[in-house]
């Protein structure tokens, strides 16, 4: 407890010095801009996040940024990928963002062998046409065991 105290009035000492709040000394975790501090260009990139940017945590931010930042290297039709995406990924609920977070996590998990063979399927299902999506989409995915079991 006294450890604690010694780093709050740390922390405080700290804020008072460079201008700023105990509260925000304290903070953990990185800060990142709000949309009226990101550069013009960042705000172009980003402009599909623009109404959520100020309300995401600070880390969500400083992925989105990361993407900004390596946006101009990429190809147009990268871009145009990286576009599209943003704009879907705002259009999913909280529940659906957790969702695809832990799918993403669990691909990533799979052996190399497992995990091509997901992306094969995903290139696959990606390649029918939309009535034929909507149907799979609307009948659910047939039963299978999890990644990994037989």
Do not use: C, F, N
């Not at 009035?9 to 990185?30: F, Q, T």
């Not at 995903?122 to 079991?149: F, I, N, V």
């Amino acid at each position: 407890m006294a450890q604690a105290l010694r780093a709050l009035i740390a922390a405080g000492v700290l804020a008072a010095a460079l201008g700023s709040s105990a509260a925000e000394a304290v903070a953990i975790g990185p800060r990142a801009p709000t949309w009226a501090e990101l550069s013009a260009s960042d705000k172009q990139v980003l402009s599909p996040l623009a109404g959520e940017w100020d309300t995401m945590e600070a880390q969500r931010r400083q992925k989105w940024l990361g993407i900004a930042k390596r946006y101009p290297q990429l190809t147009p039709a990268e871009q145009e990928r990286v576009q599209q995406q943003m704009g879907a990924w705002m259009h999913l609920t909280p529940e659906q963002r957790r969702q695809a977070r832990e799918q993403y996590k669990t691909i990533k998990q799979l052996p190399p062998d497992k995990r091509q063979e997901v992306q094969q399927k995903w290139h696959e299902y990606q390649q029918l046409p939309p009535e034929k999506r909507r149907e799979l989409a609307t009948r659910g995915a047939p039963a299978s065991p999890p990644p990994g079991k037989p």
